[in-house]
């Protein structure tokens, strides 16, 4: 990479599945230099989108970690998702790296830390978010629980709240001339995510059964319908002046409906709006509403995203390596992203003949 805000920026990242890659993915989009380290015989797929970006070096980490650290020296960042203790043993935990170069951001990727009593304990996504207070909120009314896929857990509380680590640590570091270690666990971090609800529960304006309240399907004017050709629409007119004209446009006349606020009435509301909805395809509803202040989209498949005549025209989606991807995101007007090619394997001696 020659091009984005981290550009220079030196990163090894020990293999693994799920938010160590994709975070490690952004970090090469902005420009990093990512030298990832597989085990020897180790599988890549060659539609894995979350690898690109990477130069790859194969190591046998039990047999020889000195390789490793000698890439640690010259490194600005570290990204491990092991269980804790697993890297000491390797003689490559936070007191042996550190002593040798001490300017590193030794980040730690988790689900549930470093410490507590599950540190130790397996886990994916949908337990860490169970227990973190997000999986009970997020479902229909009258069903159970239903996992957002590993969007809320593995990615939003994982990779991007490691890479707001690892950027903040980098900064510091740059004053101070200390790295530090990076605790990143995603239980700790989609409690923090919660917030705002936590504000709303301390308030009275959240209710803890799921589909009851403002952004959980609860309220009518923030949900999704079935439209008459079994696809669906997303309506999110939260504030009146939207709500206003999504009923105009809509036909909901019902005087019931000028009380938008109404909790109490959400479940008739919701009824008689969804009887409206299925008189139309989702196609026709977004010919009427999508263009207006109504906050109404389609519901599409991630497939038919890629077609969206929005998602064209910012070229929200590309196709390099014969392979169709989500574009490199945030953009920058003065050192943009560009989407790197996938992994290629080098030998640790090209790496370090660079870095020196």
């Excluded at 395809?281 to 038919?304: I, K, Q, S, Y």
Aim: hydrophobic residues 40%.
């Amino acid at each position: 990479m020659t091009n984005g805000p981290l550009h220079g920026l030196r990163v090894v990242e020990f293999a693994g599945i799920g938010p160590g890659p994709f975070a490690c993915m952004l970090l090469a989009d902005m420009g990093a230099d990512v030298v990832r380290i597989e085990r020897p015989g180790a599988e890549r797929s060659p539609t894995d989108i979350t690898l690109r970006g990477r130069r790859v070096v194969t190591l046998d980490l039990k047999r020889d970690a000195e390789t490793a650290l000698a890439l640690l020296d010259k490194a600005e960042v570290l990204v491990e998702g092991f269980r804790p203790g697993v890297m000491e043993r390797l003689g490559l935990g936070p007191d042996a790296v550190l002593a040798r170069n001490p300017r590193l951001i030794y980040g730690r990727m988790t689900g549930w830390g470093q410490s507590g009593p599950l540190a130790h304990v397996a886990g994916h996504d949908i337990t860490y978010i169970a227990v973190a207070g997000a999986l009970s909120a997020i479902g229909p009314r009258d069903g159970k629980p239903v996992p957002p896929l590993n969007l809320v857990g593995d990615y939003g509380g994982g990779s991007l709240y490691l890479i707001v680590g690892i950027l903040a640590a980098i900064i510091e570091a740059r004053r101070s001339g200390r790295g530090q270690v990076i605790d990143c666990a995603i239980s700790d971090c989609v409690a923090n995510m919660l917030a705002i609800f936590h504000s709303l529960l301390a308030s009275g304006r959240w209710q803890e059964g799921r589909g009851s309240n403002l952004l959980d399907g609860g309220a009518h004017y923030y949900t999704t319908y079935e439209c008459a050709d079994g696809r669906h629409i997303a309506v999110g007119a939260l504030e009146p002046q939207f709500y206003a004209r999504l009923r105009e446009l809509a036909g909901l006349s019902d005087a019931a409906f000028a009380d938008q606020r109404n909790r109490a009435a959400w479940p008739d509301l919701q009824a008689k709006a969804a009887a409206i909805f299925r008189t139309r395809t989702r196609d026709e509803w977004c010919a009427l509403l999508e263009h207006e202040d109504a906050c109404v989209a389609p519901v599409l498949g991630m497939a038919e995203a890629a077609g969206h005549p929005h998602n064209q025209a910012r070229q929200t989606f590309v196709n390099t390596d014969g392979l169709r991807q989500p574009a490199a995101a945030p953009r920058f007007s003065h050192t943009p992203s560009s989407v790197p090619p996938r992994p290629r394997e080098v030998s640790t001696a090209d790496i370090l003949a660079g870095w020196n």
